[in-house]
């Protein structure tokens, strides 16, 4: 049910409806709002999701005068419940559910900003926001690396004797124990990391939640090293470093750290990794090794479900539980 009763539309409006000739002052655009609660990763995210949107309801990517046509041009105000169901729909024909979702997701957090900015009414919202996501059950994307993967990746950094070498391993460790998000990684400063302890504090976690993790054996041995290979000055965790060796004091792309992982993961022969395979290994064998709430806590998930997807154990968790199980039963056969 997706409560749009009014009368559903086969057409996308026009765009002389849709677009503004000058986007809103910042303060009063919906999107603008929406865009600056999120983390510079879920942004860049979330504005190509916007922009999509746009575009599949009629808006023109590219203005008469040449200026190119963001989601900023976009009158998300006038956007009822049944615009919305067409959104779904069109997007749907070509995209996978989780993708529909997540755009989605963008419209219904630009649609609050204007309801907070009293841009719709009460009712106009409500019925908007509360269109049914695409439901679905489809296999989970990615994959999980395995112990001798991840040992490999580590090994030819530990090869490598340049700093590039150190760094790169400190930062694989990381992932591999910890599972932060890659925006995550790169948003770290020399004073997030405890090395007496092994704490680590992720500040620009998504959803701006602040979250402390930890890591120890070869994962803080890895850290250590870095730290003393960089030094521990005021700056950037994780920083460029030039082919001739020299560090450069500043902070790294999220983009950077995927190169990074892409170089070495070619070097030790794995194919087809990123940086959420990192991710989801991790939080899968953290779910293995401790408990849900736990993995929960240090991926920075605001809901369990969302840690549970990363679950990749399959029949092998059912088949631990089982020989778990026992009872006195002495067969008289």
């Given at each position: 049910?997706?409560?749009?009763?009014?009368?559903?539309?086969?057409?996308a409006?026009?765009p002389?409806?849709?677009?503004?000739s000058?986007?809103?002052?910042?303060?009063?655009?919906?999107?603008?709002?929406?865009?600056?609660t999120?983390?510079e990763?879920s942004r860049?995210?979330?504005?190509?999701?916007?922009n999509?949107?746009?575009?599949?309801?009629?808006?023109?990517?590219?203005?008469t005068d040449?200026?190119?046509?963001?989601c900023?041009?976009?009158?998300?105000?006038?956007?009822?419940?049944?615009?919305?169901?067409l959104?779904r729909?069109?997007?749907?024909?070509?995209?996978a559910?989780?993708t529909?979702n997540?755009?989605?997701?963008?419209v219904r957090?630009?649609?609050?900003?204007?309801y907070?900015?009293q841009q719709m009414?009460g009712?106009?919202?409500?019925r908007?926001?509360t269109?049914?996501s695409?439901?679905?059950?489809?296999?989970?994307?990615?994959?999980?690396?395995?112990?001798?993967?991840?040992?490999g990746?580590?090994?030819?950094?530990?090869e490598?004797a340049?700093p590039a070498?150190?760094?790169?391993a400190?930062?694989?460790a990381?992932?591999?124990?910890?599972?932060?998000?890659r925006?995550?990684?790169?948003?770290?400063?020399v004073?997030?990391?405890?090395?007496?302890?092994?704490?680590?504090?992720?500040?620009a976690?998504?959803?701006?939640?602040?979250?402390?993790i930890?890591?120890?054996?070869?994962?803080?041995?890895?850290?250590?090293?870095?730290?003393?290979?960089?030094?521990?000055g005021?700056?950037?965790?994780?920083v460029?470093?030039h082919?001739?060796?020299?560090?450069?004091?500043?902070?790294?792309?999220?983009?950077?750290?995927?190169s990074?992982?892409?170089?070495?993961?070619?070097?030790?022969?794995?194919?087809?990794?990123c940086?959420?395979d990192?991710?989801?290994?991790?939080l899968?064998?953290?779910?293995?090794?401790?408990?849900?709430?736990?993995?929960?806590?240090?991926?920075g998930?605001?809901?369990?479900k969302t840690?549970?997807?990363?679950d990749?154990?399959?029949?092998?968790?059912?088949?631990?539980?089982?020989?778990?199980m026992?009872?006195?039963y002495?067969?008289?056969?």
């Amino acid at each position: 049910m997706t409560n749009a009763v009014d009368e559903p539309l086969t057409e996308a409006p026009g765009p002389d409806w849709l677009r503004l000739s000058e986007p809103l002052p910042v303060q009063r655009d919906p999107a603008a709002r929406y865009l600056a609660t999120l983390s510079e990763g879920s942004r860049r995210t979330m504005r190509g999701a916007l922009n999509r949107v746009a575009r599949v309801l009629g808006l023109d990517p590219v203005q008469t005068d040449g200026r190119e046509v963001t989601c900023r041009f976009f009158r998300w105000a006038e956007l009822r419940a049944r615009h919305v169901v067409l959104i779904r729909s069109r997007l749907l024909a070509e995209y996978a559910p989780a993708t529909v979702n997540k755009h989605l997701s963008a419209v219904r957090g630009t649609l609050r900003a204007a309801y907070e900015l009293q841009q719709m009414s009460g009712e106009d919202y409500h019925r908007a926001v509360t269109v049914e996501s695409v439901s679905a059950d489809p296999e989970p994307a990615g994959r999980l690396l395995s112990r001798q993967e991840i040992d490999g990746l580590l090994h030819v950094c530990t090869e490598d004797a340049s700093p590039a070498g150190a760094r790169d391993a400190a930062m694989i460790a990381l992932w591999a124990v910890a599972g932060p998000r890659r925006s995550e990684i790169v948003n770290l400063d020399v004073s997030d990391y405890d090395s007496k302890t092994g704490a680590v504090n992720i500040r620009a976690g998504r959803g701006r939640r602040e979250r402390m993790i930890y890591i120890a054996n070869g994962a803080k041995d890895a850290m250590d090293d870095w730290i003393e290979v960089r030094g521990d000055g005021y700056g950037p965790l994780f920083v460029p470093i030039h082919q001739t060796g020299k560090i450069r004091i500043s902070r790294m792309t999220p983009q950077a750290a995927y190169s990074i992982l892409r170089k070495r993961a070619n070097q030790t022969g794995i194919d087809s990794v990123c940086p959420h395979d990192m991710r989801r290994t991790a939080l899968s064998n953290l779910i293995d090794k401790t408990d849900l709430s736990t993995a929960q806590q240090i991926a920075g998930h605001a809901d369990p479900k969302t840690t549970a997807r990363y679950d990749r154990r399959g029949e092998q968790i059912k088949r631990a539980a089982a020989e778990a199980m026992t009872v006195s039963y002495h067969s008289q056969r």
